[in-house]
């Protein structure tokens, strides 16, 4: 059983900083495609940051450049998401997903193409 469980949001103003964490258990493959993806009130579910775990190839998308940063922790099991510099933009539940197989541009930036979910972790910048 895959169990993916985030911690680490919180409420910070605007150019702090938070870093996510996301343990996860269950998953037997070297080859796991792993994601942030986050989703503001009444808005679609995007992603964020993904991490390729054979190799530890990072994609970000374009609002998040040079301000999130993914990465993992193979002796703990465990994803990270550093935020800096975050923006009332940045505000929602902040979830990790993971995907057997590949992690290719076009993969990872939508929802459905992965297999495993955490339950979540909120996020809120004020100005």
């Known amino acids: 059983l895959v169990q993916l469980v985030e911690s680490g949001g919180g409420s910070v103003q605007t150019g702090g900083s938070l870093r996510l964490s996301c343990a996860a258990s269950?998953?037997?493959?070297?080859?796991?495609?792993m994601a942030w993806f986050r989703q503001a009130r009444g808005k679609e579910r995007e992603g964020v940051a993904s991490?390729?775990?054979?190799?530890?190839?990072?994609q970000y998308a374009d609002s998040v450049k040079g301000r999130f940063t993914i990465s993992q922790d193979n002796a703990k099991n465990t994803l990270y998401l550093q935020m800096n510099n975050l923006e009332p933009e940045d505000i929602g539940m902040y979830y990790c997903?993971?995907?057997?197989?590949?992690?290719?541009?076009?993969?990872?930036?939508?929802?459905?193409?992965?297999?495993?979910w955490g339950q979540g972790t909120q996020v809120t910048v004020s100005s």
């Open positions: 997903a993971a995907a057997p197989g590949g992690c290719g541009r076009r993969f990872w930036i939508w929802p459905g193409n992965f297999n495993y």
């Open positions: 269950g998953i037997t493959s070297d080859f796991v495609c």
């Open positions: 991490l390729y775990t054979e190799g530890s190839t990072t």
